[in-house]
């Protein structure tokens, strides 16, 4: 399995958004977090199977939370 590593951009968007679904809802910042992870764990176990994209990459799409993940 491959190491998920997040550009520091790309880290802070993430806990904006954890913080941002948070001030709706606590559960609602937690569903996004599994979200994410899951998208991860995608990324990391099976990055073949993922459409290409930029520079060589390939990206998972999360379409409940609108994000992606490029891998």
């Known amino acids: 399995m491959r190491t998920v590593q997040y550009h ?12 941002y679904y948070a001030g709706i809802s606590p ?19 099976t990055p073949k199977t993922w459409p290409k994209y930029k520079h060589k990459t390939r990206r998972v799409v999360d379409r409940q939370f609108k994000f992606s993940l490029a891998c």
């Open 27 to 45: 559960r609602l910042a937690e569903h996004y977090d599994r979200a994410v992870h899951a998208a991860e764990t995608h990324a990391a176990t």
């Open 8 to 19: 520091p951009e790309a880290r802070a968007e993430f806990l904006h958004e954890v913080e």
